[in-house]
């Protein structure tokens, strides 16, 4: 069954960076796209950064320029690098992937999450 385990979280002051680490086991890490979410209390969960099983990435807009993903094939592990860290990035970072089956249904999977706390 897919897994999928963050780490890496933390307290930082804001300006600062944390590594976001997710481990994925289950399937075939390379051929799928993975996500970074965040969830802050009392509001939605969103989409972060994407990297697609090509190397490509998207960045939600407020993260561009700061956040960048990256995927270890060899180590079935994706990244959240997170430099110059904002009060307004403190949430839950979970990892996900949308895994097909063979009759094409798709089946969403996450992370247990890991807390970013960033103080000004």
């Known amino acids: 069954q897919v897994q999928l385990v963050e780490s890496g979280g933390g307290l930082v002051q804001a300006g600062g960076s944390l590594r976001l680490s997710c481990a994925a086991s289950?399937?075939?890490?390379?051929?799928?796209?993975m996500n970074w979410y965040r969830q802050a209390p009392e509001k939605e969960r969103d989409l972060v950064a994407t990297v697609f099983a090509s190397g490509s990435t998207n960045y939600e807009e407020s993260v561009k320029g700061r956040f960048t993903i990256s995927r270890d094939n060899a180590k079935n592990t994706v990244y959240l690098q997170m430099n110059s860290l904002k009060p307004e990035d403190t949430a839950v970072y979970y990892c996900n992937v949308v895994v097909r089956s063979r009759s094409g249904a798709l089946f969403g999977s996450w992370g247990q999450g890991t807390q970013v706390t960033v103080s000004s």
């Open positions: 289950g399937f075939t890490f390379s051929s799928y796209a």
